[in-house]
């Protein structure tokens, strides 16, 4: 069996990691993994990683760049590994800098295959005739095999919808039956055995489908609002059992405080009540939106305030009643009675807009920088709501299914289209980029 040792340059190359390893597959055994990345931002992607057993390596972006630096990490950890564990066979590099071209030279040197993963448009050319196979990333993408569902989660609601559509209760046999019928897999969700998959969904559509409202005490509602704070914010996944014993060193559990009998009961009821929802890999996130209300407590939209806030604001610089955004944010609080968080948000979404220049023609402006607004109300109000949509994307890339979930956040509202006009806005600037179904920040380099 070939041992394959794959290295990930996610930080400049983001790739999807299942369908590299699915490709990597048919050329032997994954038996490991570093991935270079600032993790923080792609927290939904971290448990792909982990459960193939691919190291995750932080690589923080401080603003002043330090691409040179982690390229020396990678290609010092590649020769330590090759190395370390004489056994790795081929080694796989996913990524497109010219950079890594003496790394590619050195590892066949030592009689090591070496593998090149890479966009085609971005990998240099050097890369691809030094390794002995260039592997283009987009024709994995094209070869991906589209399922009926995308993921547990999505198979329990189906099979909740046809359970009520003919109304069926719930139990082993007719769970069996409807996901036999489905054609589904249990390999693919991570089960070993058809008996642990059906064992697995029927618990998971009882939870969904429980009826009965549990009212919270003061205390619960507390404390639960301090689990999804500790899971939304954390960069380390939690399970149940991680994160009950996590919680408890932070906050301790009064059992005779609460009408279930332990911590575990308490996290349980979340996941039934869907406060908090589980992966396939049984790691647990705060659904959106309040997982963005959590993360952006103090950059929150606001959307019953922010329109009426930027038609206030586009006249007062029109009128030249302000000259500085720190002038029109005072004005705007006293006119339109608005608190200081509800001003710090917007304050920020208002310097960050690239709407206002100096009187020098310089975007790069202050709070207290004399500047003029330039544009129209339309383009103004379009790049606030830009703000908001794109600081999610800098923490977590967007499922095109997910675009209700941001507008409810964004614009109080289900209505997706709001948001595909933003989507649209920041494809035009290259800021973002789809790759179906995601849409995703393009950081500038």
Do not use: C
Not at 114 to 122: A, E, F, H, L, T
Not at 142 to 154: I, L, R
């Amino acid at each position: 069996m070939n041992n394959i040792f794959v290295f990930m340059d996610y930080q400049n190359q983001p790739v999807d990691p299942e369908l590299v390893v699915q490709k990597l597959e048919e050329h032997g055994k994954l038996v490991g993994g570093k991935a270079y990345g600032h993790w923080s931002k792609y927290p939904a992607t971290m448990f792909s990683f982990s459960r193939h057993g691919i190291e995750l390596i932080e690589m923080p972006e401080d603003g002043f760049g330090n691409k040179k630096g982690n390229d020396i990490k990678l290609a010092v950890d590649a020769i330590e590994t090759m190395f370390s564990l004489p056994h790795i066979e081929t080694f796989v590099l996913v990524t497109g800098d010219a950079d890594f071209v003496p790394l590619v030279k050195k590892l066949r040197t030592y009689g090591k295959t070496v593998y090149v993963i890479g966009r085609s448009k971005n990998t240099s050319p050097d890369m691809q005739f030094a390794a002995d196979t260039y592997i283009p990333y987009e024709e994995i993408v094209k070869s991906e095999k589209v399922n009926s569902t995308d993921s547990f989660e999505d198979l329990v609601d189906e099979m909740i919808r046809i359970m009520d559509e003919k109304s069926l209760q719930p139990d082993e046999t007719v769970v069996k039956r409807i996901v036999t019928g489905m054609g589904v897999y249990y390999g693919n969700f991570g089960y070993k055995t058809m008996g642990d998959f059906v064992e697995g969904l029927l618990k998971n559509i009882r939870k969904k489908m429980f009826k009965e409202s549990y009212e919270y005490s003061e205390y619960e509602e507390n404390y639960m609002r301090f689990l999804e704070r500790l899971v939304a914010t954390s960069n380390t996944p939690f399970d149940v059992e991680k994160l009950e014993k996590i919680a408890k060193s932070r906050h301790q559990w009064i059992s005779k405080n609460s009408n279930l009998d332990s911590l575990e009961n308490f996290i349980q009821n979340m996941i039934g009540s869907g406060k908090l929802k589980e992966t396939k890999d049984k790691f647990l996130y705060v659904p959106a939106p309040r997982r963005w209300e959590i993360k952006y407590d103090k950059i929150l939209p606001y959307p019953e305030l922010r329109a009426e806030f930027g038609k206030h604001v586009y006249e007062l610089f029109m009128k030249r009643k302000v000259s500085t955004i720190s002038e029109a944010l005072h004005v705007s609080k006293e006119n339109l009675n608005l608190t200081n968080k509800v001003i710090g948000s917007f304050g920020i979404a208002l310097k960050f807009s690239g709407m206002f220049i100096g009187k020098d023609g310089s975007d790069y402006v202050s709070l207290k920088t004399p500047v003029k607004l330039n544009g129209t109300y339309e383009e103004f109000k379009l790049t606030l709501d830009t703000f908001y949509v794109k600081r999610i994307l800098k923490d977590e890339n967007i499922n095109e299914g997910q675009l209700d979930k941001v507008s409810i956040h964004v614009f109080n509202d289900k209505d997706h289209e709001k948001t595909k006009k933003v989507l649209d806005f920041m494809i035009k600037t290259k800021d973002v980029f789809y790759e179906k179904p995601y849409y995703k920040y393009k950081d500038k380099k």
